[in-house]
């Protein structure tokens, strides 16, 4: 089992392992973030699962312009659709346009092919 900052929290299934496409369309999830209702997503890049809160750094509005699909034209940046700051797939960081840091990162692990994302004292499931 990998994680991506270390095993932290509780670990909740989010997908098999095969619905994260590289490159492609992502799979989002709801969360309690600093405890507001935020939705999050999860994208696949150069063979490993990377998450992030759905919230661009610039004005807090989601990223994707479509349900799941957060990559520009190239398929090579995540990209906010609503004023065009885009981020590294791999580190969330801003890499141009008006964004203000990078995006909130979130542990994924890949086991027994499945992903599952990790909680944090700032970060749990929503509930109902």
């Not at 979130?106 to 994302?117: K, N």
Request: glycine share 12%; hydrophobic share 40%.
């Amino acid at each position: 089992m990998m994680a991506q900052d270390g095993d932290v929290g509780e670990r909740i299934l989010l997908c098999a392992s095969s619905d994260l496409l590289e490159g492609g369309v992502g799979i989002t999830f709801k969360v309690v973030y600093r405890g507001e209702k935020l939705r999050a997503f999860a994208v696949r890049w150069r063979g490993e699962a990377r998450a992030y809160l759905n919230r661009c750094t610039h004005v807090y509005t989601e990223l994707d312009y479509r349900e799941g699909h957060f990559f520009d034209m190239t398929g090579q940046l995540l990209v906010c659709a609503t004023h065009g700051a885009v981020f590294e797939p791999d580190t969330g960081c801003c890499v141009g346009g008006p964004g203000r840091g990078p995006l909130v990162k979130i542990a994924l692990t890949e086991e027994d092919g499945r992903v599952y994302w990790h909680t944090a004292p700032l970060l749990q499931p929503q509930t109902a």
